[in-house]
């Protein structure tokens, strides 16, 4: 098959390849740090992984596009090839949008998971389920834009078709509006939050990534005025083509919220804040016992208890760290319990029964979550 690549195009396929993988190599690493990591694979996960497949899929197109004739004038380029790039932009459409609406619903499905109120919920469900009326309108009015639809590539087949005009622009503005609504969704959870700074500066750089996006997507809008205006549509295609690439791919960056930084919530599972240590002292052995329980993440099971003799050391050890095993219900959670003591000496006023009778007293029987 004849091929004809310009090197306005090639340009911008070299932009759509470094995004692509870059795309590429960030979600390899968000499911690797959920797998390996987290152990825990989320809907936003499983979203992420089949907009990627659809920014391949554009990404392959893109090609087809360049080398018969994107970034060429449109007289130059002979009928045959002209057909071929008109299929493969055909195709790409509906393509992109798809990659773009998945992703969209990746990042609310992440909020319902990271901020999981109420509010939150129904408002991520809500949005979700009008990217998911307007998107199937989006995709099947790309790919019917013409009937029949050959007419899209060949102008002198009988038939009609959507002013194209209307429809770029019209999808483009709820884009921009859907983006938006995803960037100030979680501010009011957020003000909210008591963080330390390094957590406040991981957020500010997550949600910065977001109002990034808006810009691509006002910038590809300004490029789908030039391609609508143009009498030259085969040359004033190649920016329009480089901004779609830029913000299908662009939204794939943002990452999972690292498990430090929140207490999330995900298919059963829900973090428990640090328990406040307990202090007691025996005031007839003189032994001042010192107990703290950290628990990270877990799920909403029946709680163990713990007795006091499963946590007091070797009295010749004044203090040591005890990690415990981690239960069936806590795979891949960290348990750490830290006990400590200090002996003095004193006479002794009643029997060893009694002391431990009344140190257990000081001490109640912990139960960790």
């Not at 959920?34 to 499983?46: E, I, L, N, P, S």
């Not at 408002?123 to 009326?133: G, K, S």
């Not at 095993?325 to 319990?337: M, S, Y």
Request: aromatic fraction near 10%.
């Amino acid at each position: 098959m004849t091929t004809l690549s310009t090197s306005r195009g090639r340009g911008a396929l070299a932009v759509s390849t470094v995004f692509t993988c870059l795309a590429t190599a960030l979600v390899l690493i968000r499911i690797y740090t959920r797998t390996v990591m987290v152990k825990q694979m989320g809907a936003d996960d499983y979203a992420i992984l089949v907009a990627l497949a659809f920014s391949w899929a554009f990404f392959g197109l893109f090609v087809g596009e360049v080398y018969h004739g994107m970034g060429e004038h449109f007289k130059l380029i002979p009928a045959d090839i002209y057909k071929t790039q008109m299929i493969c932009f055909w195709a790409s459409v509906p393509i992109y949008q798809t990659s773009l609406l998945v992703t969209k619903m990746s990042i609310l499905f992440q909020y319902r998971r990271v901020f999981s109120t109420p509010r939150m919920r129904l408002a991520c469900n809500l949005l979700i389920a009008f990217l998911a009326v307007y998107g199937t309108w989006t995709v099947l009015s790309a790919w019917a834009n013409c009937v029949p639809l050959a007419k899209f590539w060949d102008p002198s087949v009988p038939g009609f078709c959507f002013d194209k005009k209307a429809l770029w622009f019209s999808n483009s503005a709820i884009h921009i509006l859907t983006d938006l609504l995803i960037l100030i969704y979680p501010m009011p959870v957020l003000k909210s939050l008591q963080l330390p700074r390094k957590q406040k500066f991981a957020l500010m750089g997550v949600f910065a990534l977001g109002g990034f996006v808006m810009i691509t997507s006002i910038l590809r809008l300004k490029s789908l005025l030039v391609i609508s205006n143009s009498s030259d549509p085969t040359y004033d295609n190649v920016g329009a083509a480089e901004w779609s690439a830029i913000e299908c791919n662009h939204k794939s960056y943002a990452l999972p919220t690292p498990p430090h930084i929140f207490s999330t919530r995900s298919n059963g599972s829900r973090s428990k804040t640090t328990r406040p240590s307990r202090t007691g002292r025996s005031v007839l052995t003189g032994t001042h016992t010192h107990v703290q329980a950290s628990v990270i993440g877990g799920r909403d099971t029946k709680h163990d208890d713990y007795d006091l003799d499963d946590l007091t050391p070797p009295s010749s050890a004044p203090s040591y760290n005890k990690e415990l095993d981690t239960k069936e219900a806590f795979a891949g959670i960290k348990v750490t319990t830290l006990v400590s003591q200090e002996s003095t000496s004193h006479p002794a006023k009643s029997s060893t029964t009694d002391d431990a009778a009344s140190t257990k007293e000081l001490v109640p029987k912990q139960s960790f979550c």
